[in-house]
T-cell receptor, first 112, second 115 residues
Framework: SQQGEEDPQALSIQEGENATMNCSYK?????LQWYRQNSGRGLVHLIL?????REKHSGRLRVTLDTSKKSSSLLITASRAADTASYFC????????????FGKGTKLTVNP | EAQVTQNPRYLITVTGKKLTVTCSQN?????MSWYRQDPGLGLRQIYY???????DKGDVPEGYKVSRKEKRNFPLILESPSPNQTSLYFC??????????????FGAGSRLTVL
Protein backbone atom coordinates (compact mmCIF):
# COMPACT_ATOMS: atom_id res chain seq x y z
CA SER A 1 0.00 0.00 0.00
CA GLN A 2 1.49 3.31 -1.06
CA GLN A 3 1.65 5.87 1.72
CA GLY A 4 3.68 8.87 0.62
CA GLU A 5 3.07 10.67 -2.65
CA GLU A 6 5.58 13.25 -3.82
CA ASP A 7 4.74 16.33 -5.79
CA PRO A 8 5.81 17.40 -8.34
CA GLN A 9 6.87 14.26 -10.20
CA ALA A 10 9.62 16.24 -11.91
CA LEU A 11 11.26 19.59 -11.26
CA SER A 12 13.85 21.45 -13.31
CA ILE A 13 15.64 24.52 -11.95
CA GLN A 14 18.79 26.55 -12.44
CA GLU A 15 21.82 26.26 -10.23
CA GLY A 16 21.53 28.59 -7.27
CA GLU A 17 17.74 28.45 -7.10
CA ASN A 18 15.81 26.76 -4.31
CA ALA A 19 13.99 23.48 -4.90
CA THR A 20 10.87 22.50 -3.00
CA MET A 21 9.34 19.04 -3.05
CA ASN A 22 6.22 17.96 -1.26
CA CYS A 23 5.04 14.68 0.19
CA SER A 24 1.51 13.80 1.23
CA TYR A 25 0.52 10.72 3.17
CA LYS A 26 -2.71 9.11 4.31
CA UNK A 27 -2.45 7.67 7.81
CA UNK A 28 -0.94 8.78 11.10
CA UNK A 29 2.82 8.45 11.15
CA UNK A 30 5.56 7.88 13.67
CA UNK A 31 8.15 9.65 11.56
CA LEU A 32 8.89 10.69 8.00
CA GLN A 33 12.20 10.43 6.18
CA TRP A 34 13.63 11.81 2.97
CA TYR A 35 16.04 9.87 0.78
CA ARG A 36 18.00 10.78 -2.34
CA GLN A 37 18.72 8.47 -5.26
CA ASN A 38 21.24 9.26 -7.94
CA SER A 39 20.31 7.69 -11.26
CA GLY A 40 19.98 3.92 -10.89
CA ARG A 41 21.91 3.81 -7.63
CA GLY A 42 21.01 3.03 -4.05
CA LEU A 43 19.00 5.43 -1.93
CA VAL A 44 20.80 7.55 0.63
CA HIS A 45 19.14 8.78 3.80
CA LEU A 46 18.98 12.57 4.08
CA ILE A 47 16.90 13.52 7.07
CA LEU A 48 14.28 12.22 9.51
CA UNK A 49 11.54 14.23 11.16
CA UNK A 50 9.42 12.87 13.97
CA UNK A 51 5.68 13.32 14.20
CA UNK A 52 6.06 15.76 17.11
CA UNK A 53 8.50 17.98 15.20
CA ARG A 54 7.48 20.72 12.80
CA GLU A 55 10.76 21.68 11.18
CA LYS A 56 14.26 20.33 10.88
CA HIS A 57 17.44 21.54 9.19
CA SER A 58 20.52 19.80 7.90
CA GLY A 59 22.99 21.90 5.94
CA ARG A 60 21.13 23.19 2.87
CA LEU A 61 18.13 20.99 3.60
CA ARG A 62 15.03 22.11 5.41
CA VAL A 63 12.18 19.73 6.12
CA THR A 64 8.78 20.70 7.46
CA LEU A 65 6.00 18.47 8.68
CA ASP A 66 2.34 19.36 9.03
CA THR A 67 0.56 16.42 10.62
CA SER A 68 -2.83 18.16 10.44
CA LYS A 69 -2.50 18.26 6.64
CA LYS A 70 -0.59 14.98 6.49
CA SER A 71 2.12 16.57 4.43
CA SER A 72 5.83 17.31 4.44
CA SER A 73 8.08 19.45 2.31
CA LEU A 74 11.78 19.24 1.50
CA LEU A 75 13.53 22.47 0.61
CA ILE A 76 16.99 22.45 -0.91
CA THR A 77 18.50 25.91 -0.85
CA ALA A 78 21.11 27.28 -3.27
CA SER A 79 20.92 24.15 -5.40
CA ARG A 80 23.92 22.71 -7.22
CA ALA A 81 24.22 20.50 -10.27
CA ALA A 82 25.27 17.69 -7.90
CA ASP A 83 21.79 17.86 -6.31
CA THR A 84 20.36 16.37 -9.50
CA ALA A 85 18.69 13.17 -8.31
CA SER A 86 15.36 11.65 -7.38
CA TYR A 87 14.03 12.40 -3.93
CA PHE A 88 11.73 10.07 -2.01
CA CYS A 89 9.76 10.46 1.16
CA UNK A 90 9.26 7.41 3.33
CA UNK A 91 6.76 7.12 6.13
CA UNK A 92 6.69 4.95 9.18
CA UNK A 93 3.23 4.38 10.58
CA UNK A 94 2.31 4.40 14.23
CA UNK A 95 2.11 0.85 15.56
CA UNK A 96 4.27 -0.59 12.81
CA UNK A 97 7.23 1.69 12.90
CA UNK A 98 9.83 -0.62 11.40
CA UNK A 99 8.00 -0.73 8.09
CA UNK A 100 8.87 2.12 5.73
CA UNK A 101 6.62 2.89 2.81
CA PHE A 102 8.15 4.94 0.02
CA GLY A 103 6.53 7.37 -2.35
CA LYS A 104 7.20 7.39 -6.08
CA GLY A 105 9.70 10.22 -5.90
CA THR A 106 10.39 13.65 -7.37
CA LYS A 107 12.99 13.82 -10.08
CA LEU A 108 15.03 16.99 -9.64
CA THR A 109 17.24 18.36 -12.38
CA VAL A 110 19.55 21.25 -11.55
CA ASN A 111 20.89 22.91 -14.69
CA PRO A 112 24.35 24.48 -14.52
CA GLU B 1 33.67 1.02 5.26
CA ALA B 2 30.12 0.42 6.47
CA GLN B 3 28.12 -0.88 3.57
CA VAL B 4 25.49 -3.17 2.11
CA THR B 5 26.85 -5.30 -0.71
CA GLN B 6 24.64 -6.89 -3.35
CA ASN B 7 25.63 -9.35 -6.04
CA PRO B 8 25.27 -9.60 -8.92
CA ARG B 9 24.83 -5.95 -9.90
CA TYR B 10 23.52 -6.91 -13.32
CA LEU B 11 21.98 -10.15 -14.49
CA ILE B 12 20.15 -11.31 -17.57
CA THR B 13 18.49 -14.68 -17.23
CA VAL B 14 15.72 -16.74 -18.78
CA THR B 15 12.29 -17.68 -17.52
CA GLY B 16 12.35 -20.52 -15.00
CA LYS B 17 16.07 -20.55 -14.25
CA LYS B 18 16.50 -20.28 -10.49
CA LEU B 19 18.67 -17.44 -9.29
CA THR B 20 19.85 -15.93 -6.04
CA VAL B 21 20.75 -12.32 -5.37
CA THR B 22 23.03 -12.08 -2.38
CA CYS B 23 23.03 -9.29 0.18
CA SER B 24 25.56 -8.79 2.93
CA GLN B 25 26.00 -6.01 5.48
CA ASN B 26 28.97 -5.36 7.74
CA UNK B 27 27.26 -3.11 10.30
CA UNK B 28 25.80 -5.81 12.58
CA UNK B 29 22.32 -4.55 11.72
CA UNK B 30 19.34 -6.51 12.95
CA UNK B 31 16.87 -5.40 10.29
CA MET B 32 17.23 -6.24 6.61
CA SER B 33 14.83 -5.80 3.73
CA TRP B 34 14.45 -6.28 0.00
CA TYR B 35 12.74 -3.78 -2.29
CA ARG B 36 12.05 -3.71 -5.99
CA GLN B 37 11.87 -0.48 -7.94
CA ASP B 38 9.82 -0.18 -11.11
CA PRO B 39 9.08 2.91 -13.22
CA GLY B 40 5.93 4.63 -12.05
CA LEU B 41 5.56 2.34 -9.04
CA GLY B 42 8.34 3.52 -6.77
CA LEU B 43 9.92 1.19 -4.23
CA ARG B 44 7.91 -1.73 -2.99
CA GLN B 45 8.94 -4.01 -0.18
CA ILE B 46 9.31 -7.71 -1.00
CA TYR B 47 10.43 -9.28 2.28
CA TYR B 48 12.02 -8.13 5.48
CA UNK B 49 13.77 -9.65 8.46
CA UNK B 50 13.85 -8.37 12.01
CA UNK B 51 16.67 -10.72 13.05
CA UNK B 52 18.22 -14.13 12.40
CA UNK B 53 15.58 -16.72 11.48
CA UNK B 54 12.83 -14.06 11.57
CA UNK B 55 11.44 -13.11 8.17
CA ASP B 56 8.13 -11.72 7.00
CA LYS B 57 6.35 -10.78 3.81
CA GLY B 58 6.29 -7.26 2.51
CA ASP B 59 3.86 -5.88 -0.02
CA VAL B 60 4.91 -7.91 -3.07
CA PRO B 61 6.31 -11.29 -1.88
CA GLU B 62 4.86 -13.51 -4.63
CA GLY B 63 7.54 -15.36 -6.58
CA TYR B 64 10.30 -14.66 -4.06
CA LYS B 65 11.88 -16.44 -1.10
CA VAL B 66 14.36 -15.24 1.48
CA SER B 67 16.34 -16.70 4.32
CA ARG B 68 18.21 -15.23 7.28
CA LYS B 69 20.54 -17.88 8.66
CA GLU B 70 23.22 -15.39 9.64
CA LYS B 71 22.87 -11.82 10.80
CA ARG B 72 24.95 -10.35 8.00
CA ASN B 73 23.35 -12.13 5.01
CA PHE B 74 19.88 -11.91 3.53
CA PRO B 75 19.71 -13.57 0.09
CA LEU B 76 16.76 -13.11 -2.25
CA ILE B 77 15.80 -16.24 -4.14
CA LEU B 78 13.76 -16.39 -7.33
CA GLU B 79 12.86 -20.08 -7.70
CA SER B 80 11.30 -19.72 -11.15
CA PRO B 81 11.82 -16.21 -12.48
CA SER B 82 9.27 -14.71 -14.85
CA PRO B 83 9.49 -11.62 -17.07
CA ASN B 84 7.35 -9.59 -14.62
CA GLN B 85 10.21 -9.90 -12.14
CA THR B 86 12.41 -7.81 -14.38
CA SER B 87 13.26 -4.94 -12.09
CA LEU B 88 15.86 -3.07 -10.09
CA TYR B 89 16.31 -4.70 -6.70
CA PHE B 90 17.63 -3.10 -3.54
CA CYS B 91 18.72 -4.64 -0.29
CA UNK B 92 18.72 -2.41 2.78
CA UNK B 93 19.60 -2.78 6.43
CA UNK B 94 19.24 -0.84 9.66
CA UNK B 95 19.80 -0.91 13.37
CA UNK B 96 16.38 -0.59 14.91
CA UNK B 97 16.30 2.35 17.31
CA UNK B 98 14.67 2.73 20.69
CA UNK B 99 12.50 5.53 19.30
CA UNK B 100 11.23 3.19 16.58
CA UNK B 101 12.88 5.05 13.71
CA UNK B 102 14.14 2.79 10.97
CA UNK B 103 16.87 4.57 9.00
CA UNK B 104 17.91 2.38 6.10
CA UNK B 105 21.31 1.89 4.49
CA PHE B 106 20.85 0.72 0.92
CA GLY B 107 22.96 -1.43 -1.36
CA ALA B 108 23.88 -0.22 -4.83
CA GLY B 109 21.14 -2.23 -6.51
CA SER B 110 20.87 -5.30 -8.72
CA ARG B 111 19.35 -4.88 -12.16
CA LEU B 112 17.65 -8.10 -13.18
CA THR B 113 16.26 -8.87 -16.62
CA VAL B 114 14.22 -12.03 -17.16
CA LEU B 115 13.73 -13.01 -20.80
Amino acid sequence: SQQGEEDPQALSIQEGENATMNCSYKTSINNLQWYRQNSGRGLVHLILIRSNEREKHSGRLRVTLDTSKKSSSLLITASRAADTASYFCATSSQGGSEKLVFGKGTKLTVNP
Amino acid sequence: EAQVTQNPRYLITVTGKKLTVTCSQNMNHEYMSWYRQDPGLGLRQIYYSMNVEVTDKGDVPEGYKVSRKEKRNFPLILESPSPNQTSLYFCASSQLRVDGANVLTFGAGSRLTVL
